[in-house]
């Protein structure tokens, strides 16, 4: 009898790195080859946002909860601005992370469509917690990302016409 999962094993996502001081684009890259036992070798172009910063991006494919493993593996470098998705798959929300220096790592479950989803439980908890509107909403818009989404955007732009590099992840 053949055993059905209801659980994608594996979904693809994207990692943005949008600004790296070129001291630490080599580590960035050995960060991702060892997250994802796959040799990393980013085309990295200048960030047009922040002069002298560096600004690469990767399209990747591994198991459901590689986006949280290398947003841990990116982290540790403060000075990085960096976004990482990972799509939703059958039976898995997809997720988003975006660090910011300053602000720190951010993460919230994403929907099919790329919309940030707040989860019923979290909605009742941040309305008991806050007392008048001005609270919740200060409290939604934190769950939203809404900061790291300001911080972010002038980078994001910075990236019209950069090359894309894949990566796989083996599985197996």
Not at 21 to 49: F, I
Not at 139 to 162: K, Q, V
Request: proline share 3%; net charge negative; aromatic share 6%.
């Amino acid at each position: 009898m053949r055993t059905l999962s209801q659980f994608a094993d594996l979904t693809t996502g994207v990692v943005y790195i949008h600004s790296s001081p070129t001291a630490l684009c080599p580590h960035v890259e050995w960060a991702l080859s060892s997250t994802l036992d796959a040799r990393a070798n980013l085309k990295w172009s200048a960030q047009d946002a922040a002069p002298g910063l560096q600004r690469a991006t990767v399209d990747w494919t591994g198991p459901v909860g590689t986006g949280s493993r290398l947003a841990n593996a990116l982290r540790e470098w403060s000075a990085l601005r960096f976004e990482i998705t990972e799509n939703a798959s059958d039976g898995v929300d997809g997720e988003r992370f975006s660090h910011v220096p300053g602000l720190g790592l951010w993460r919230g479950s994403m929907s099919a469509n790329g919309d940030v989803v707040i989860g019923e439980l979290q909605l009742r908890s941040l309305m008991d917690s806050q007392p008048d509107s001005a609270g919740l909403a200060g409290r939604l818009d934190a769950a939203l990302g809404t900061a790291w989404d300001e911080a972010l955007e002038a980078f994001r732009m910075g990236g019209a016409g950069a090359e894309v590099t894949w990566l796989h992840q083996r599985v197996g």
